[in-house]
């Protein structure tokens, strides 16, 4: 399964459930709520922890599909993007990006 199908899929099951698909503000605390979840599961060695990841990418998916936003194609660019990036430690070890946007 690619990201767009993913995101389809998702946005399907919104529909069909009568889940949020309007409000913005509203599934950006969900998001956030499941981020929080993956994390505690992450802490806790929670073997559900892929499941809360897979809750997060859903509801990232939604907020993609409520705005328009082709995530597939955001993500294969944004990795292109970051391909092309070259980072150097400052003199404090920190890595600074020295090319690309």
Do not use: C
């Amino acid at each position: 399964m690619d990201i767009s199908e993913a995101q389809r899929l998702a946005w399907e099951n919104k529909l069909d459930k009568e889940f949020n698909v309007s409000n913005v503000e509203l599934e950006f605390g969900l998001l956030w709520a499941e981020i929080g979840e993956a994390f505690t599961a992450w802490r806790k060695k929670d073997p559900g922890f892929g499941e809360e990841l897979a809750d997060a990418f859903l509801f990232l998916a939604g907020l993609a599909q409520m705005n328009g936003i082709d995530l597939n194609g955001e993500v294969a660019r944004k990795i292109e993007k970051n391909r092309s990036r070259v980072y150097e430690r400052d003199e404090n070890g920190v890595l600074v990006r020295t090319v690309g946007d």
